[in-house]
């Protein structure tokens, strides 16, 4: 196996992506990689957030119309980012999980549509296939569809390719997660998921573990991937999965420096 990662690292590359766009139906949409999980959609003067989490500051995060926050664990729901980011009377779109740090926020089941602050919003199940733990049960965390300049964003959170998330349609964008434990979502069931979805640009997200465990506990020592590979070369086995598809791969700026 690491072999075959490491000639797949030697055949593909790729361009790391700090804020880039896509374009709207009026204009620009503009998307801003934060970390981890964390991202931002500004469009026409409205400013989405997704799961904010205040580890490095926000100083590249803009004041929130909408909130949006897939589970309630630390690095997806930081109360204090939230608080920092939300304007006034904002919606914050929450899990159940998330009721007790935010108590006016949202609460959308899987499955559930509203539209909030205008914006189209689906709640989408987001949960483990392969038992163990770190367990995440169905039912407790969302990802999230949301329209936005006539685009459809997908953000996953922290979920397997479950068959909730096969039957999505029409996603323009869509943010996967992989390398989450026990081996789901390793670059190839990402791929695979990507290739179900068939949306035009496809970003992974929540791909290393081990840095989001050190931002919380500098003492942390990472035990790495499975097979000793590295997280650049889990990326490198997705371009390659991903070669000859027609879905554009974006890797954004998610992990900057933690010094």
Same mark, same amino acid.
């Given at each position: 196996?690491?072999?075959?990662?490491?000639?797949?690292?030697?055949?593909?590359?790729?361009?790391?992506?700090?804020?880039?766009?896509?374009?709207?139906?009026? /204009?620009?949409?503009?998307?801003?990689?934060?970390?981890?999980?964390?991202?931002?959609?500004?469009? $026409?003067?409205?400013?989405?957030?997704?799961?904010?989490?205040?580890?490095?500051?926000?100083?590249?995060?803009?004041?929130?119309?909408?909130?949006?926050?897939?589970?309630?664990?630390?690095?997806?729901?930081?109360?204090?980012?939230?608080?920092?980011?939300?304007?006034?009377?904002?919606?914050?779109?929450?899990?159940?999980?998330?009721?007790? $740090?935010?108590?006016?926020?949202?609460?959308?089941?899987? /499955?559930?549509?509203?539209?909030?602050?205008?914006?189209?919003?689906?709640?989408?199940?987001?949960?483990?296939?392969?038992?163990?733990?770190?367990?995440?049960?169905?039912?407790?965390?969302?990802?999230?569809?949301?329209?936005? /300049?006539?685009?459809?964003?997908?953000?996953?959170?922290?979920?397997?390719?479950?068959?909730?998330?096969?039957?999505?349609?029409?996603?323009?964008?869509?943010?996967?997660?992989?390398?989450?434990?026990?081996?789901?979502?390793?670059?190839?069931?990402?791929?695979?998921?990507?290739?179900?979805?068939?949306?035009?640009?496809?970003?992974?997200?929540?791909?290393?573990?081990?840095?989001?465990?050190?931002?919380?506990?500098?003492? #942390?020592?990472?035990?790495?991937?499975?097979?000793?590979?590295?997280?650049?070369?889990?990326?490198?086995?997705?371009?390659?999965?991903?070669?000859?598809?027609?879905?554009?791969?974006?890797? /954004?700026?998610? #992990?900057?420096?933690?010094?």
């Amino acid at each position: 196996m690491r072999q075959l990662l490491l000639l797949v690292a030697s055949l593909t590359a790729w361009v790391p992506a700090a804020a880039d766009s896509i374009a709207g139906d009026q /204009g620009s949409i503009e998307i801003t990689p934060l970390i981890h999980s964390s991202v931002q959609l500004q469009y $026409q003067g409205t400013v989405v957030q997704i799961d904010p989490w205040n580890r490095l500051g926000l100083d590249n995060a803009q004041p929130a119309d909408l909130i949006l926050i897939t589970d309630n664990v630390g690095h997806h729901l930081d109360v204090g980012a939230v608080r920092k980011l939300r304007k006034p009377g904002a919606p914050v779109v929450i899990a159940a999980n998330g009721s007790r $740090q935010i108590p006016d926020g949202l609460v959308m089941a899987n /499955g559930e549509r509203e539209v909030i602050a205008g914006i189209p919003v689906a709640a989408v199940a987001a949960y483990d296939i392969i038992p163990g733990e770190p367990s995440h049960p169905r039912g407790e965390a969302n990802g999230y569809v949301l329209e936005l /300049g006539g685009r459809r964003f997908y953000f996953a959170g922290v979920t397997e390719c479950v068959d909730e998330v096969k039957a999505l349609e029409n996603i323009d964008v869509a943010f996967l997660p992989m390398n989450i434990p026990l081996g789901r979502m390793t670059p190839a069931a990402t791929a695979e998921c990507a290739k179900i979805l068939d949306p035009e640009v496809v970003y992974p997200y929540h791909y290393d573990q081990d840095y989001a465990r050190r931002a919380l506990n500098p003492d #942390y020592v990472a035990p790495g991937l499975p097979g000793g590979v590295t997280v650049d070369q889990t990326l490198q086995w997705l371009a390659a999965e991903l070669d000859g598809s027609g879905i554009e791969l974006r890797i /954004g700026n998610f #992990y900057p420096p933690l010094d």
